[in-house]
């Protein structure tokens, strides 16, 4: 199935779940706050957040700095 994942068309398997995407992106061990179709999702719901054809996801990276 294909969503959008910052605002690029990406392929994905059905049924992935939020923490699905994000191994299979590489980005299992950032901090991140993550989108879908304009509302957070907890990091407490990524493995049950199933994504559906046509979401938009917005993952962003915290960085630190000092």
């Not at 294909?2 to 901090?31: A, F, H, K, W, Y």
């Not at 706050?33 to 917005?58: I, M």
């Amino acid at each position: 199935m294909q969503i959008i994942v910052n605002g690029t068309p990406t392929d994905v398997p059905e049924r992935i779940s939020m923490s699905g995407l994000i191994e299979q992106l590489g980005l299992g061990d950032r901090r991140l706050a993550v989108e879908v179709n304009r509302e957070l999702v907890p990091r407490s719901q990524f493995s049950e957040h199933e994504l559906r054809t046509g979401d938009s996801v917005e993952i962003i990276h915290a960085v630190g700095g000092g």
